[in-house]
Structure formats: C-alpha cells, structure tokens
C-alpha cells in the first residue's frame, strides 16, 4: 500500500514498485482519507493481506508554506502518521516504510550530514515544523516495533526535483522555483532575473525517479530502526544551479544577486556512505540530466503546473 500515491513523489514510487513485480494499492485521498483510522479502515475491506506500506503522503511546501502555516504542517503531518502506524498494527502489517526528509537534521550542522548526528541539536527555525513531524515519524516507528513488533527502515531524502513537481511560489522549493522564474523571464521578453543571496550556498538534489529506485530497495532490506540518508552526495552552488537552468531555458539576459537577502547554510548535502553500503544504491541520474527532463516537461506543461496548489 502506498499513501500519497497520485502525488509528486508517490506516483514514482507506484511505478517502480510495480515494475518490480509487486502488488500495489494506491488510493484517492477520496477513497483513503487519513483524517481518521475509522474510514481507513473501511477501504481496507475490499483489500486483502498488506505486507508493506510506504507512506509518501505528506503537507508539504518551500520556506514560505513552512513560515505562514507552520501549525497546519505539524497538524496534517502528525495525523496522517499516527493514522498509518494505527493501520498497520490493526492490518498487521509486516513493514513500513514512513519517507522522511533531510529538514529533520538539526539546523546548525553544516557540510556533510551522517546518519549519526541525527539527534545532536535543534531544528532549523525555517523548517522546524515539517522537520518536527519527520523526526516523530522515526519515534513512531521505534514504539511501533517495540511493543507491536512492526519491521520497518526509516529513509531521509534530500531535496527532490522531477517532473510533476509543486511550481507555485508558495509552495515550491529552490530548484522548481528557479525554473518558473527563468521560464517566466523568458515569456516576459525580462533582461535580468533577481535572486536571493550572493549564490555561495551549497545544496544536493535528488532527480525523483532516483529516490523511489532507493524506496523500492528497501522493501527488501533487514529492519532497521536508526536512519539512512537517501541522495547524491554531490554538492551545487545555488549560483551553479542558477546559471545551468538559465542555459537549459533559453534566458538571455542577466542574474541579478540581492547580497541583502539571507544566503542560509553554507553547506548541506547528505553523506550517502550508509546507504551505498547497506543498500548498494547509488543515483543514476546527473543534475544536467534531471534538469532537461524537468524542464522540458515543465515548459510542456507550464499552464496546468503552474496552477497546481
């Protein structure tokens, strides 16, 4: 069973699955509503035996989602996680696979982030309310074995991109919010393009078809109760990444760098020694490479992209 399964994340993971032989299940947020375990339950009658869960449903959302509903966030979040882990002790499920993300690392760590320094300080104030309902999805999973004996891996993503993406700037992370203002720049006839910062920071990318690769991995790996990094390990300078989305787009003009605004950590990419070695995965796909699919599927469908909440 796949939660979210219609969304940017979970329509990957629904491929790759399948591709891999198993059995899926992904319901309509209609047909599924997390809200409660009561409907959830009601769905599963029609539905045999659920060996595996993967929960990729989740409120998500870029810097000005986490700062404007940072209450909503944690409410969803935390809802849809006690829901699921309450399905799978009364299914009796053997696995589950809640997706977490690299928000959950504390904030002030900087460079390459191990799996080890998971619990070594506060969250970051941007992302304290969506990292929060992750890391309480690791708890759930340790309490869920411990008196319920459900197996489980806990994956931490770094920042995704592909096709489907959220564009809306409200919604909308770094890398997909650059593409919709150089694309816009570009349908406006603009010769310059601002951007926040003076372009320094560092930060890795996960093309999307890559990290549901890594999920389906882990349906067959051992139960693991401590976390496992899931990304390139490659890191981009906001500028780098700003300057090849300009080439790949077609903008012409200039890249204006407000040193006013905030630059954010120096440093972040996730250490994928862990997963190399217990997994044997490694992403395929170079950033170039992403970034030709993701645009040339946005600009081809920018209409319908853009209006997606």
């Known amino acids: ?42 769905y599963f009658e029609t539905l045999g035996c659920i060996d595996v869960l993967i929960h990729s449903a989740a409120y998500y959302g870029g810097i000005g989602i986490n700062q404007a509903e940072p209450a909503t966030i944690i409410y969803k979040n935390l809802r849809m996680a006690t829901t699921v882990f309450e399905i799978a002790r009364k299914l009796r499920v053997k696995k589950i696979i809640p997706i977490g993300s690299a ?11 191990k799996e080890s320094r998971f619990w070594d300080g506060a969250l970051h104030d941007s992302v304290e309310a969506y990292g929060i309902t992750k890391k309480i999805q690791l708890v759930l999973q340790r309490a869920y074995y411990k008196q319920h004996g459900i197996e489980s891996n806990h994956l931490i993503l770094t920042n995704l991109y592909g096709p489907h993406d959220v564009f809306t700037e409200y919604r909308s992370h770094v890398l997909s919010a650059l593409i919709k203002k150089f694309a816009d720049a570009v349908a406006q006839n ?23 690769d ?23 300078s906001i500028k780098q990444l700003a300057e ?16 006013t605004k905030p630059n954010g950590a120096k440093r972040k990419v996730l250490s994928i020694y862990k997963v190399s070695m217990k997994l044997e995965w490694k992403a395929k796909t170079t950033l170039k490479a992403g970034l030709l699919k993701t645009i040339s599927w946005y600009l081809q469908n920018k209409e319908s992209a853009d209006a997606r909440q």
């Open 214 to 236: 890594a999920i389906v991995k882990t349906i067959e790996a051992k139960h693991d109760l401590s976390p496992i990094n899931i990304g390139t390990g490659v890191g981009t």
């Open 190 to 212: 603009s010769d310059k393009v601002t951007l926040w910062g003076d372009g320094s920071p560092i930060r890795e990318f996960l093309y999307v078809e890559d990290a549901a």
């Open 244 to 259: 090849l989305i300009k080439e790949i787009v077609g903008f012409r003009g200039d890249i204006i760098w407000d040193t």
């Open 1 to 42: 069973l796949i939660t979210g399964g219609s969304g940017f994340l979970g329509r990957q993971i629904v491929a790759k699955v399948r591709e891999a032989g198993h059995r899926v299940w992904a319901p309509r947020s209609d047909q599924f509503n997390l809200d409660t375990v009561s409907t959830c339950m009601e």
């Open 103 to 113: 928000c959950a690392y504390p904030g002030h760590l900087q460079g390459d982030l």
